[in-house]
């Protein structure tokens, strides 16, 4: 699946969601540096470090 791509109000590229194979969601910088991953079996979104930031999709917090 194509990648979901984030802007800014300037169309500044500043991260984009990548659906893996498993159904997780993961969020990239425009580096391409990981930043956090949704699960949403367990509705659970995590940082780079696996740190639990909250029950949901809050990827876009992550940036």
């Known amino acids: 699946m ?3 791509e984030l802007r800014d109000r300037n169309n500044r590229l ?3 969601i990548r659906t893996r194979s498993d159904g997780k969601l993961e ?3 425009p580096f391409d ?3 956090g991953i949704y ?3 367990t ?4 940082d780079k470090d696996s740190m639990f930031v909250g029950k ?3 990827l876009t917090t992550l940036l």
């Open 43 to 46: 509705n659970e979104t995590r």
């Open 14 to 16: 500043i991260g984009k």
């Open 56 to 58: 949901g999709n809050l």
């Open 33 to 35: 540096f990981f930043k």
């Open 27 to 29: 969020l990239r910088d």
């Open 2 to 4: 194509a990648d979901q």
């Open 39 to 41: 699960d949403p079996k």
